[in-house]
């Protein structure tokens, strides 16, 4: 008796044993990946995959660090920390302009992101004329507080512009440190919250759409090109996973970013989300932006107008659909 069970348990012994020794070498040949992601709700692909491990089913063993702004999230990825995030287009313009290589590999959403978030006494744009306004310089944020600006026939030298970390806009506002600033969600919930009957937000329906990009770097392309493939797939399956179950995607987006998940709801509408890279409307909106910056002296005096082209790179999001 004592070899009949002897005889079954080897072979069940060897079956776990290889089960355990494929599970371990899986784990082993992940490819290690730090992802960089924006605190703002158009970033949801992003959330959901991290969520849902997505990024592990795709053999990645990733590390997801949160920034306050893409444009920090850009540093970090120049600097070699992290090596694949988000971004808007703007301090990609911005990164271009100054010779360095960081590409775009695919864009998440086109949305309209950003109200004037300020003082209910402060009624309308033309309203903004010499008040202190907070921005983020180098963002998309950036540039759009110009067109708001000039949407309103008002000047930069016209307003007292403040650049401040995200994290500070909210506090600024409330203490009265800002008169307005201009941001996505969840600052301007918060700063509407917390003001208490006495901030607002100025919305302005098509003046800007942002184009919410993925970035990485030229020697990440050249090094781990498979791995950006299996971002991208990661990345296509939240897409999918976000437009099935809306209500799921925003008690994700809802709690990573600590907003109230009625406001988030509220909030969705403007999230076209989209997993996608339409390189000749990208390629225009980078070329228009820095012309913007070197016309606005924003940028060293030397800065040539660079090659887009060679900017957004649309291979391996075509790789990865093809799975």
């Keep these: ?3 009949m069970i002897d005889s079954i348990r080897r072979p069940v012994r060897a079956l776990a044993f290889l089960a355990i020794s494929a599970m371990a070498s899986a784990t082993c040949s992940a490819q290690d990946v730090v992802i960089g992601e924006g605190l703002a709700a158009g970033w949801g692909q992003f959330f959901v995959a991290d969520q849902q491990k997505l990024w592990q089913k795709e053999g990645l063993n990733p590390k997801s660090v949160t920034f306050a702004s893409g444009r920090l999230v850009l540093d970090a990825v120049v600097g070699g920390s992290v090596l694949i995030g988000t971004a808007a287009e703007t301090p990609v313009a911005f990164a271009a302009l100054n ?26 744009l033309k309203d903004l004329k010499g008040k202190r306004i907070g921005y983020s310089q180098g963002t998309n944020a950036h540039y759009y507080l110009l067109k708001a600006l000039g949407a309103a026939d008002l000047k930069l030298t016209d307003v007292t512009a403040i650049s401040l970390t995200p994290s500070d806009f909210v506090t600024s506002l409330v203490n009265g440190s800002l008169d307005a600033f201009i941001w996505t969600e969840p600052h301007i919930s918060q700063a509407i919250k917390q003001g208490k009957g006495k901030i607002h937000a100025i919305s302005t329906p098509g003046l800007y759409r ?24 990661a990345l296509l399956a939240a897409d999918k996973s976000l437009k099935a179950d809306p209500e799921g995607a925003i008690k994700i987006v809802a709690d990573r970013i600590k907003l109230d998940p009625a406001v ?40 040539k107008l660079p090659d887009f082209n060679a900017v957004v790179v649309t291979r391996f999001l075509d790789e990865a659909r093809k799975k």
């Design 264 to 303: 988030t709801r509220s909030f969705w509408p403007r999230l076209k989300f989209d997993v996608d890279l339409d390189k000749a409307d990208l390629v225009k909106e980078l070329e228009s932006q820095a012309k913007w910056a070197i016309d606005n002296k924003l940028t060293r005096p030397d800065a």
């Design 99 to 124: 010779g360095l290589p960081v590409r775009v590999i695919g864009t998440l959403n086109r949305h309209e992101p950003f109200d004037v978030v300020t003082r209910t006494d402060i009624k309308s």
């Design 1 to 3: 008796m004592n070899r």
């Design 210 to 233: 942002s184009h919410s990009s993925i970035i990485t770097l030229q020697s990440t392309i050249d090094k781990h090109p498979e791995l950006l493939v299996k971002a991208l797939r």
